[in-house]
């Protein structure tokens, strides 16, 4: 999934390290991933690193924007597709849970990794998570007012299904009985039934 995940996005030699660096930070963490960790699953030198990414920050910056930029898109895309409350955060649920499954090692590198990087130079990795949180606080607010939800905390709420969709990349694997796209439905459900709404 990584390396097809990053073929679209970059070729030659930046491809490569692309691929093994969300590898190296997936499995060994941001501080664990020593540039020569990196060049080792790119099959490169750490030298041949340097030449396309200056430091292991810019570097880890591009994976997760770029990641931030698909996992954001997977809930608000297909939310944006209906216009009624229950019909956005179901697809939206569905969507977003299943990219998390079907990309689980490239949603642990983004996800839990960019707790460790706060800085000026993330921001705009940070607004797209805002941007995402408050697209479901909308939805969840929208139904509320509508009277198809019945929610007591919406900001409560917003982190429990957001995180609860994250947390597939953490311990879901490929040889699961369980396909991601049957995987999201059911995380779907269960958003609708949280939230206190019958299945559109």
């Not at 491809?15 to 664990?32: C, D, Q, S």
């Not at 924007?65 to 569905?94: Q, Y």
């Not at 969840?140 to 007591?152: H, K, P, S, W």
């Amino acid at each position: 999934m990584i390396e097809r995940y990053w073929a679209e996005r970059a070729s030659g030699p930046s491809r490569k390290i692309l691929i093994g660096a969300t590898l190296a930070f997936a499995e060994l963490g941001y501080h664990g991933a020593s540039t020569r960790a990196i060049a080792a699953r790119a099959e490169m030198s750490p030298a041949a690193v340097y030449i396309h990414f200056s430091s292991k920050v810019e570097l880890f910056h591009h994976i997760a924007l770029e990641g931030h930029k698909t996992s954001t898109g997977a809930f608000n895309e297909p939310a944006d597709l209906v216009s009624d409350p229950a019909s956005k955060l179901r697809i939206g649920v569905a969507s977003f849970a299943t990219f998390n499954a079907e990309m689980n090692t490239f949603s642990r590198t983004i996800e839990y990794e960019m707790r460790l990087h706060h800085d000026r130079r993330f921001a705009d990795v940070w607004r797209l998570r805002r941007g995402v949180e408050e697209h479901m606080r909308r939805i969840l607010q929208a139904g509320v007012d509508e009277g198809v939800f019945r929610i007591a905390d919406i900001e409560w709420m917003k982190i429990l299904l957001l995180s609860n969709c994250i947390d597939i990349a953490r311990w879901y694997r490929h040889e699961s009985p369980h396909t991601p796209l049957a995987l999201g439905f059911r995380y779907a459900d269960l958003a609708m039934s949280l939230v206190g709404a019958t299945t559109p």
